[in-house]
């Protein structure tokens, strides 16, 4: 199976983001009075949005009573995301060698992630790779979130592609993968507390280098 366009998660899966993500988030949990939160913790929290990342810091920190703030602090967190920029974060291990590879295989690639749309064409062109993204999107754009279809689905129309290949790190990728009847690939080491075996992909690699040869192999 060689796919004619591959789009990848962004956060744990083309990036290392989650120092940038937690300074951000702390710094919103801080204005409200709350303590930080560590960051290997933020990792198991990115994947389903800037909200959900809010309302899983307040379960870890086993706060309550603040369901009518957690608006006002995911708009808090969006700002001081986009105000921080990418300082900390840098490319997975591979994730060049692999985009460079498939452009080599003329193979189209394109995002979908659950991270604002700004903030995912930002930090593309901050790792200096937004040049082999043909399709980007991401939160905000008035679709669903992952693991709705919807986003993915709208990526590989817009690549205008027939067979392509997700490629993540969790299981909402999976599901957002299975939903879309689209096979996934998942790479080893991402913003997951299960182990990618368990999950349910159709491949799972160490680095993202390894993905071309996954077909090549069959």
Request: aromatic residues 4%.
């Amino acid at each position: 199976m060689r796919p004619d366009a591959v789009v990848f998660d962004l956060d744990g899966t083309l990036a290392d983001t989650a120092t940038d993500i937690q300074h951000a988030l702390n710094s919103v949990l801080a204005e409200a009075g709350l303590p930080p939160v560590e960051v290997d913790s933020v990792r198991l929290m990115i994947g389903k949005g800037p909200e959900v990342l809010v309302r899983r810091a307040l379960r870890h920190l086993h706060i309550s009573g603040y369901e009518d703030r957690v608006a006002s602090m995911t708009d808090a967190f969006r700002e001081q995301y986009s105000v921080r920029g990418n300082a900390s974060s840098k490319l997975t291990p591979g994730a060049i060698e692999c985009l460079e590879q498939l452009a080599q295989q003329d193979i189209a690639i394109g995002l979908c992630s659950n991270k604002p749309h700004a903030n995912c064409a930002q930090l593309l062109d901050d790792l200096g790779v937004l040049r082999h993204f043909a399709a980007i999107q991401g939160s905000g754009t008035g679709l669903a979130l992952k693991p709705d279809p919807e986003p993915l689905l709208a990526t590989v129309s817009q690549l205008g592609a027939t067979d392509a290949l997700y490629v993540g790190d969790s299981a909402t990728d999976v599901a957002t993968a299975r939903a879309a009847s689209l096979p996934v690939a998942l790479v080893r080491g991402g913003y997951s507390d299960e182990p990618a075996e368990t999950l349910g992909a159709d491949w799972v690699i160490d680095r993202l280098s390894e993905l071309p040869s996954i077909w090549q192999k069959h």
